[in-house]
């Protein structure tokens, strides 16, 4: 058992899907909590949630250091997706590239500058290449698709932050969902309308993590060693699977499932979504203490219907 004491903690993206669920289950591990807002109404929001917000650009390395003295870890949690169905076109991904590339890279200067000892920085496991139905380890090749820029930037400021002596853990996320995932409300909404979501062969994998269970990866990662894990859950379904979970917490059929194989036409505008990824989670249960409360998408939608309340 890994036990971490409470530390103080710098959030960035703590207003978003993953950092509503992270600030409070952040503060309920007994940690003191610093984030980062850009309006006044995040401001407020964070403050209900027991974290202290601090108005500052992501892009300014000299006032994020002044932000981050004092903090034990840094939390990147900061992205700005595309809708998904911005996720074809490539403008729509010049926001988050700009906050994962130029955002990650300023907060890694401005933690070594303050004297920070711990960075924990969001990434995504869709950039592992097309493993059909073999496992994928964090040993496995990446990809480099447009999409992925990113992600490989981000990545590689955390590395920065590991080579000048910090502590860099990076968390390579599956797709996330559960109520306030803005995809999730969508699928389940298709699903009431029998419609089921299925991103290329239906035979592919699908690795997803709920966002409690992100969330709980983020606190876990306090104590996790310098590395590279994946934080999904324990048992990726096929695309067919994942689509008939949906469709029993649903209560309902999925009697069409789509847009299937035809999503390949999208080649590597889509390829994160429609490559099969079979994703192993062992690296990070055994080197943090932390274990998905959903083993699989079968009891997280579950509970996600039943949040929605069968009918969102
Ligand atoms: N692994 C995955 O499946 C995955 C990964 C990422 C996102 N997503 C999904 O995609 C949807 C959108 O995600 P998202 O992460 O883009 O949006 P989001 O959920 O709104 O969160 C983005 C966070 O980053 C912050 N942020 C954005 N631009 C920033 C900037 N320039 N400077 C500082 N902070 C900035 C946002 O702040 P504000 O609140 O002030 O905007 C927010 O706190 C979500 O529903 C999420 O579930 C999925």
Request: glycine share 10%.
């Given at each position: 058992?890994?036990?971490?004491?409470?530390?103080r903690v710098f959030v960035t993206?703590g207003?978003?899907?993953?950092?509503?669920?992270?600030v409070?289950?952040l503060?309920?591990?007994?940690h003191t909590v610093t984030a980062l807002a850009?309006?006044?109404?995040?401001?407020?929001?964070l403050?209900?949630?027991g974290a202290r917000p601090v108005?500052v650009?992501?892009?300014?390395?000299?006032?994020?250091?002044?932000a981050f003295v004092g903090h034990d870890a840094v939390l990147?949690?900061?992205?700005?997706?595309?809708?998904?169905?911005?996720?074809?076109?490539?403008?729509?991904?010049?926001?988050?590239?700009?906050?994962?590339?130029?955002?990650?890279?300023?907060?890694?200067?401005?933690?070594?500058?303050?004297?920070?000892?711990?960075?924990?920085?969001?990434?995504?496991?869709?950039?592992?290449?097309?493993?059909?139905?073999?496992?994928?380890?964090?040993?496995?090749?990446?990809?480099?698709?447009?999409?992925?820029?990113?992600?490989?930037?981000?990545?590689?400021?955390?590395?920065?932050?590991?080579?000048?002596?910090?502590?860099?853990?990076?968390?390579?996320?599956?797709?996330?969902?559960?109520?306030?995932?803005?995809?999730?409300?969508?699928?389940?909404?298709?699903?009431?309308?029998?419609?089921?979501?299925?991103?290329?062969?239906?035979?592919?994998?699908?690795?997803?993590?709920?966002?409690?269970?992100?969330?709980?990866?983020?606190?876990?990662?306090?104590?996790?060693?310098?590395?590279?894990?994946?934080?999904?859950?324990?048992?990726?379904?096929?695309?067919?699977?994942?689509?008939?979970?949906?469709?029993?917490?649903?209560?309902?059929?999925?009697?069409?499932?789509?847009?299937?194989?035809?999503?390949?036409?999208?080649?590597?505008?889509?390829?994160?979504?429609?490559?099969?990824?079979?994703?192993?989670?062992?690296?990070?249960?055994?080197?943090?203490?932390?274990?998905?409360?959903?083993?699989?998408?079968?009891?997280?939608?579950?509970?996600?219907?039943?949040?929605?309340?069968?009918?969102?």
């Open positions: 058992m890994i036990t971490v004491g409470a530390m993206g207003t978003g899907a993953l950092g509503r669920y992270a409070p289950a503060v309920a591990a007994g850009r309006t006044p109404d995040k401001a407020d929001a403050a209900v949630q108005v650009s992501l892009f300014d390395p000299s006032a994020l250091a002044a990147n949690l900061a992205t700005a997706m595309p809708s998904t169905i911005g996720f074809a076109f490539r403008r729509a991904w010049r926001a988050t590239e700009r906050v994962r590339t130029e955002g990650s890279a300023a907060v890694v200067d401005a933690a070594t500058t303050a004297g920070v000892g711990r960075l924990v920085q969001e990434s995504v496991a869709m950039l592992y290449r097309d493993h059909g139905s073999r496992w994928v380890d964090e040993e496995a090749p990446v990809d480099h698709y447009p999409a992925a820029v990113g992600n490989h930037a981000a990545e590689a400021s955390a590395h920065r932050f590991g080579a000048a002596g910090g502590t860099a853990v990076v968390l390579r996320f599956g797709l996330f969902y559960g109520p306030g995932a803005r995809h999730s409300e969508q699928m389940f909404a298709a699903a009431r309308r029998h419609l089921g979501p299925v991103l290329g062969p239906p035979e592919n994998y699908l690795s997803s993590i709920h966002l409690a269970d992100a969330a709980s990866a983020v606190v876990a990662a306090l104590g996790a060693p310098t590395g590279t894990f994946n934080v999904v859950d324990d048992e990726p379904l096929t695309k067919r699977a994942y689509a008939d979970a949906l469709a029993e917490a649903a209560r309902t059929t999925s009697l069409l499932r789509m847009p299937g194989r035809a999503g390949l036409l999208f080649g590597d505008r889509l390829t994160p979504l429609t490559r099969s990824l079979r994703v192993n989670n062992a690296r990070f249960r055994a080197s943090a203490d932390w274990a998905p409360r959903y083993p699989s998408a079968r009891e997280g939608w579950n509970a996600t219907a039943a949040a929605f309340g069968r009918s969102p």
